[in-house]
Nanobody, 126 residues
């Protein structure tokens, strides 16, 4: 497993942008598929985006065209660039990692598996 630490959350107005970062420990980062999930108050945690160990990406429909996911293996870091933010994007955002997963499999990851960060709050005001 890897240790994950998210950063970059905050308060932003609707239409604004934020970039989340997730720093991972260890020397095998390049073998991990990385994902972002979010959980709004009173709702279940949901998949947002993933980037595989081979660079493939996937997004949930509600963020397609607005969010971008990328990784820097030299820095053991994955990023979530969020543009055109909406109030409904308000949630705690969590980073997750699992080795050799496809992005499709990552979409089904639960807290029973993989490695998870502690989360970072994103609040979008209207």
């Amino acid at each position: 497993q890897v240790q994950l630490v998210e950063s970059g959350g905050g308060l932003v107005q609707a239409g604004g942008s934020l970039r989340l970062s997730c720093a991972a420990s260890g020397r095998t980062f390049s073998t991990y598929t990385m994902g972002w999930f979010r959980q709004a108050p009173g709702k279940e945690r949901e998949f947002v985006a993933a980037i595989s160990w081979s660079g493939g990406t996937s997004f949930t429909d509600s963020v397609k065209g607005r969010f971008t996911i990328s990784r820097d293996n030299a820095k053991n870091t994955v990023y979530l660039e969020m543009n055109s933010l909406k109030p409904e994007d308000t949630a705690v955002y969590y980073c997750a990692a699992e080795r050799w997963f496809t992005t499709q499999a990552m979409g089904g990851l639960t807290t029973a598996g993989g490695s998870w960060g502690q989360g970072t709050q994103v609040t979008v005001s209207s």
